[in-house]
């Protein structure tokens, strides 16, 4: 699997790490770079081809896979956070981040997956899909649903020799985490671990310390796991 000369679609493709993406896959050589948003004036890097897309709208993700017929790489980048706790949160914004992060992210592989043959996704997921939060039980819960839906759509396309990564990490440099005072990996970093791992085959990038620690710790006891994160976060 080689990015230069490849085609590549990349969601959320508007800022963050999915604007990265977009820059690196063109450094890169990526012989067409579609990048997607539900905002078309949002996308500014030159040299992509932008493409509308709510990946919660159906009609919008068959619209996007229909004028896209060539992409061999889907990146699924496309994702949002409410700060919503499960049991104090409002349902509908629930909702909202498992529509986004499970079934957006299913609407478009299911899209696009009959032209991946050969091909490549990856969903970028977060050390979160691990490690609960107070504040992020939503996405927490969101995440964990698209790890579990990464790995299940893995096997179902293995027959068509299409790999699937999930990329986990930590905090990203980005407009999302703005708020968080802690480390933060730069997005270059982020990116070119993914597409280094797109380029390796491999069905698992850990783009950083932090979720290398949160996957070593899923074998602890789950007191183990929430007094160790405590201790890292506050340190």
Known sequence: MQINGAHVLVTGANRGLGRQFILSLLD????????????LDLIDVPGVIPLRLDITDPASVAAAAAAAPD??????????????????GDLDTI????DTH??????V????????????????????????????????????AEWA????????????RTLVTGLHLGAADTDMMAWYDG???APEAIVAAALDGIEAHRPEVL???????VKAWLSEDPSVIYREAEAALTA
Do not use: C
């Open 183 to 185: 480390d933060k990996t």
């Open 109 to 144: 592989i299911r899209a696009f997956a009959p032209q991946l043959a050969d091909g490549a996704i990856l969903n970028v997921l977060s050390a979160i899909s691990w490690l609960a939060f107070d504040g992020a039980g939503a996405y927490h819960a969101a995440k964990a």
């Open 95 to 98: 909702r909202r981040e498992m």
């Open 28 to 39: 890169r050589g990526a012989g067409k770079v579609y990048a997607t948003a539900r905002r």
């Open 71 to 88: 992409v061999k790489i889907v990146i699924n980048n496309a994702g949002i956070s409410t700060g919503a706790n499960l049991i104090t």
């Open 207 to 213: 783009a950083d310390s932090w979720s290398r620690q």
């Open 149 to 160: 839906l990464t790995n299940s759509v893995r096997l179902e396309l293995a027959g068509r």
């Open 102 to 107: 499970f079934y957006g992210t299913l609407n």
